[in-house]
T-cell receptor
């Protein structure tokens, strides 16, 4: 049973560019959340998608946007990249009403 | 605003010791609390989840307790092993804004052979 799958594993982008990160939830899960984890910090909530709608959003600028597809997979898009966007981006999935979350291995984004 | 604090930030102990990691949160209105393990540069592995109505959960050498009224949780690791070396994160799921987890900054644990 595959867990949460994220791609790519690593990514290097130039300041000002745009990036798309992808996530496939665990089988049976329909809800996907995205988190940003800076080095040495705990993960920070970006937003959550359920039924292809953004259900809740954390304190992140509009440069961060997302999408959920009918098969429950999700994308995180970041526009106009800043050096400060360098971080590990984590995707987490759950089933509606379930108590816990399952996390993927993350995408390491480096902005130069 | 819910805030989660983990103390200590780093801990180094010899193999075989029993140890306790601490987590505190400012708002007791939570659905649950979850402990995770994170190896360097990797994702999060769920260790234990405690519902707000529960006092503790156990899995193997791990035991997590929850005192919601005082805003505290502890993770007890028995007979520590070098393979336990990792960062341990606690996260609460608040009742208000229940779609997100609020994380502490983690405790970086090193077990010395």
């Amino acid at each position: 049973d595959a867990g949460v799958t994220q791609s790519p594993t690593h990514l290097i982008k130039t300041r000002g560019q745009q990036v798309t990160l992808r996530c496939s939830p665990k089988s049976g899960h329909d809800t996907v959340s995205w988190y940003q984890q800076a080095l040495g910090q705990g993960p920070q909530f970006i937003f959550q998608y359920y039924e292809e709608e953004e259900r809740q959003r954390g304190n992140f600028p509009d440069r961060f946007s997302g999408h959920q597809f009918p098969n429950y997979s999700s994308e995180l898009n970041v526009n106009a990249l800043l050096l400060g966007d360098s971080a590990l981006y984590l995707c987490a999935s759950t089933a509606a009403g379930a108590p816990g979350y399952t996390f993927g291995s993350g995408t390491r984004l480096t902005v130069v | 605003k819910q805030e989660v604090t983990q103390i200590p930030a780093a801990l180094s102990v010899p193999e075989g010791e029993n140890l306790v990691l601490n987590c505190s949160f400012t708002d007791s209105a939570i659905y649950n609390l979850q402990w995770f393990r994170q190896d360097p540069g990797k994702g999060l592995t769920s260790l234990l989840l405690i519902q707000s109505s529960q006092r503790e959960q156990t899995s193997g050498r791990l035991n997590a307790s929850l005192d919601k009224s005082s805003g505290r949780s502890t993770l007890y690791i028995a007979a520590s092993q070098p393979g336990d070396s990792a960062t341990y994160l606690c996260a609460v799921r608040p009742i208000q804004g229940a779609q997100k987890l609020v994380f502490g900054q983690g405790t970086r644990l090193t077990i010395n052979p």
